[in-house]
């Protein structure tokens, strides 16, 4: 559900990271906060457990600058993949803009990625949205690792690809498709908002 405060010329999107648990979505955060300049980000805030495992949530506000005379702010978030934090994930995806499903390539994750694409669909529908209308942008998260560990991505996206959205090959680590998947949904969920053309989203480089 994006703000937007037609008097101050604001608007704030929230996009939800969603998918399997260590898909690598807090780490596709990590990587945004690292490179974006300190002046056009807040706090990354990440309710998490010792280990690298997400708890609750991640979040991180993002300042894109001026699009179309709005001041334009981007809320990101992460869900908990593990099956058991259900309650979470619904919560954290209310009211979301846009989705990033960010899939973990390895051969033997992909259960959990059509699961999880599952679960995704059904919470959207549960929240009254029309899944199949709703912003989305897959990441094909790990494509770094051996490639006898992982499924390519052509071959992935025969699999979860059914709605054929914008998709892109990522390596979170070290960066490969992070700021490209970010810029894909911001510039769909803007579309939406300002029902023209997309703008363009300069963000991160
Ligand atoms: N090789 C590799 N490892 C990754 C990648 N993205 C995340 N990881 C690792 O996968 C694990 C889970 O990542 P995390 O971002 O916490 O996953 P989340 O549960 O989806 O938030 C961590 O050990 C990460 O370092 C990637 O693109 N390539
Ligand atoms: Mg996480």
Redesign the pocket.
């Known amino acids: 559900m994006s703000l937007v405060n037609y008097a101050a010329r604001e608007i704030t999107c929230k996009i939800v ?1 969603y ?10 955060l ?1 990587y945004v906060y690292n490179q974006v300049p300190g002046d056009r980000r807040g706090s990354m805030v990440s309710l998490a457990t010792q280990t ?3 708890l609750f949530f ?1 979040f991180l506000p993002l300042d894109l600058g001026s699009i179309s005379g709005f001041t334009t702010r981007l809320q990101l978030y ?1 869900v ?2 593990q099956v058991y934090y259900a309650t979470t994930r619904k919560l954290v995806l209310q009211g979301a803009d846009g989705v990033v499903f ?1 899939a ?1 390539s390895q051969r033997r994750q992909i259960d959990e990625n059509v699961e999880s694409m599952q679960d995704l669909h059904a919470n959207l529908a549960e929240q009254g949205v029309d899944a199949r209308n709703v912003p989305l942008v897959i990441q094909y ?5 051996p490639r006898e560990l992982t499924m390519d991505v052509p071959e992935l996206d025969d699999v979860l690809n059914f709605r054929g959205v914008p998709f892109h090959a ?5 960066g ?1 498709g992070v700021f490209e998947t970010l810029r894909s949904i911001s510039e769909l969920v803007l579309r939406r908002l300002s029902g023209a053309a997309a703008p363009r989203v300069a963000v991160g480089q």
């Open positions: 990271y998918g399997p648990g260590r898909s690598g979505k807090t780490s596709n990590h690298d495992r997400t991640d992460t908990p993949g960010v973990d998260n790990k494509q770094d690792l990522g390596d979170a680590l070290r490969t």
